[in-house]
């Protein structure tokens, strides 16, 4: 294992042993994509021999995940839910005219650099974990506007830091309606860099203000869309008739609300969090959130592979001069998913629904 800094680690690339690569050669043929991959492979060399003119440089034609690698309390290495991340990087591509690495690919390549870069993989009781960022790319040269036909996988591994190195703690959000992350069509719901290139003008303001951005839908601005680069959970608690044995009585119902939109990521930590709060007996419940329900929340918070869970405190909504204040610590529903998300991720629960693939590593 390398002597690191585990703790002080923070959110940054830290360079690491090797990357994996594996390029595609296609040919289009009736508007269709046919063409095969190479055998991935590592390599020590960070930088890449590029054409100016390569589609990703000129058209964006980008794509790109992230997931986590886990040291569990067993010792054991174990990634979550790679397949989801590898599905969706196929939808991004498809959505972008590139090829879409098969699965398999995705995960032979994906152990190749865990086992490779095992010694970088943080200890269990640091909270750090070794973040992984697959990257797909337009290598193929072209001036005219249009897809490539040739394109690489590349999976780069980091070590980060715990997202919460002290406590459990909330964040604060400004709504911003003046600019869109995405379009209603869009590309919102496909990781590609686009969108991130996209947002840095909202979020970077917000940012400036000690403020993250709440995205609103691109066509109304009357919902709520994203946190930042993160999916909106919202709790309400409400008092619900039950009738039992002809006796009324009432009984607490917890509802877990997050957006349906057009334009956002599906989050593979929300739906995951989905499930978990469905076991929990709570009410799951995906629509469009107005951003006057705000008031109503007991809860909030942004969710994703990076925070797992981050509560919201509070939202600024600055046209309006309006502040939802919404709990000034991380409430009770969402402390618990945290918990019991985070301990199947490090192994001190049970993988009821075989989430975690276990990696050798060592
Ligand atoms: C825009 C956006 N929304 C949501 C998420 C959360 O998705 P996941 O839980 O799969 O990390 C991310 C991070 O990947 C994101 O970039």
Known sequence: MKQIAWNTLGFHFTETDSIVRSAFHGEWKDGKLVGQWDEPYLTRDKYLHLHVSATCLQYGQEAFEGLKVFRGADGQVRVFRWQANAERLQRSAEALKMAAPPVELFGKA????????????PPYETGATLYLRPLLIGTTPRLGVGPGKDFELIIIPSPIGPYYPGKFHCTSFIINRHVDRAAALGTGQYKVGGNYA?????????HRQGFDCLFTDSKTHRYIDECSAANFIGIKESKVES?????????????????RSSAILPSITNDSLMTLAREKGYRVTRRHIRIEELADMQEAAACGTACVISPIDKVIDPDKGIVYTISDRPGPVLTDLYKSLQD???????????????????
């Open 110 to 121: 994906m152990r190749m650099v865990i086992a490779d870069n095992a010694d970088y993989i």
């Open 198 to 206: 996209a947002s840095f003008r909202a979020t970077e303001a917000a």
């Open 243 to 259: 009738r039992k044995s002809k006796t009324e009585s009432q009984k607490q119902e917890i509802e877990y609300l997050t957006p």
């Open 344 to 362: 199947i991720q490090y192994g001190r629960a049970e993988d009821r629904h075989g989430w975690c693939e276990i990696i050798r590593a060592d």
